[in-house]
């Protein structure tokens, strides 16, 4: 596993969503507007905007202010759907992370079996 697997619900799930759950996850209590969040998430606008019904009809986003003509959200934390995604979420990142630690400590050993020096 690379160190850059270790990246939440996209580690599991594929698809657009998932991006935009974990892009929304990992920068919870920040707004963003529709645009930042497709960017953000790695996302086409319209992709976002395809999915975004779906969002709002589980109460996964909510809108918290407009500047100007652009309305800005964020990750609804009080829905009973984004706790249990979050607590996923970690457990994702911690199991990965774990994977990534165990990878590094057998090429360590290898490498010193070796007769190689090891700098970590």
Known sequence: MKKEDVSGLTGLFSGSIA???????????????KTEIAENAGVGYKTLFDN????????????TRTIGR???YTINLDSPIV????KLQQE????????????????V????????????
């Open 19 to 33: 991006n935009i759950l974990d892009f929304l996850l990992i920068h919870k209590g920040f707004d963003y507007s």
């Open 92 to 107: 994702i990142m911690f199991y990965d992370a774990e994977i990534v630690a165990q990878e590094q400590t057998e090429k």
């Open 70 to 72: 652009a309305t800005l």
């Open 109 to 120: 050993v290898i490498l010193e079996m070796k007769g190689e020096k090891v700098k970590v």
């Open 52 to 63: 975004w019904d779906k969002l709002e009809r589980y109460g996964l986003v909510k809108e």
């Open 83 to 86: 706790k249990a995604l979050k």
